[in-house]
């Protein structure tokens, strides 16, 4: 049995330093071109939608939905900070915010119409956009001419007046402070309820939905925009 806490507490969750294909809640490594991504969507990933054990989590009741490509890249300008929400299990999860000169470590994952729908049922305080002016590099395989992504719709956390980084996630050149999950809870706490063990602040948020939305209330009223380009496709 997996303690909730502690799992919240591990996001973004593992993920390789290199290119794999996910089916049926298990990956390999991809070390070559040979994938066919026709009639395929490139989708950037942000937070936990780079590891396979989310993948694992999201895929679970469709064993069947076939292989997806998750191809590892660099995306210039951009950074992966904490989102101005709570996710339901609890954790700060992630979203891209404008960065520049910032190179920020990405996965594309190239998705069928069915696991793109699927993905889509799983981000629900996101929208998904196709983003424009983007430079995007890969290490196998095409590097698509158009790029989609899905972005918090209430913006970014504001930590002392800035977006804060996920330390767990490399970059070059970054331009805002970096936090791990627990520093970035940690700070949370020291907002909106300063002294409480940090273990119990994280339950609460997990286990009361009227605590947790109280908590995402008081960081979208001071949640800093979305700063990159962007062509709203689907509001989720």
Not at 134 to 145: I, K, S
Request: proline residues 7%; aromatic residues 10%; hydrophobic residues 40%.
């Amino acid at each position: 049995m997996i303690d909730p806490v502690a799992h919240a507490k591990a996001y973004p969750f593992p993920a390789p330093d290199h290119s794999y294909v996910f089916e049926a809640g298990n990956w390999s490594p991809l070390e070559n071109d040979d994938f066919d991504v026709t009639g395929r969507m490139p989708v950037l990933a942000a937070g936990s939608n780079q590891s396979p054990e989310q993948l694992a989590r999201k895929y679970a009741d469709l064993p069947d939905i076939g292989p997806i490509p998750v191809i590892r890249g660099r995306l210039g300008d951009f950074d992966v900070v904490y989102a101005a929400h709570l996710a339901g299990y609890g954790s700060m999860p992630a979203t891209f915010q404008k960065s520049p000169g910032t190179i920020v470590s990405v996965f594309v994952a190239w998705f069928t119409d069915p696991q793109l729908q699927r993905m889509h049922e799983t981000e629900g305080n996101y929208s998904y956009d196709r983003l424009t002016d983007v430079w995007l590099e890969t290490n196998y395989g095409q590097c698509p001419q158009e790029v989609f992504a899905y972005t918090a719709k209430v913006g970014c956390y504001n930590h002392k007046g800035g977006c804060l980084s996920l330390a767990e996630i490399s970059a070059t050149d970054r331009k805002f402070p970096s936090a791990t999950q627990s520093e970035a809870q940690g700070y949370l706490r020291d907002r909106l309820a300063v002294g409480t063990d940090l273990d119990k602040f994280v339950a609460e948020h997990i286990e009361d939905n009227v605590v947790r939305v109280g908590r995402v209330a008081a960081m979208r009223a001071d949640a800093i925009e979305i700063g990159y380009p962007r062509e709203p496709i689907l509001l989720l």
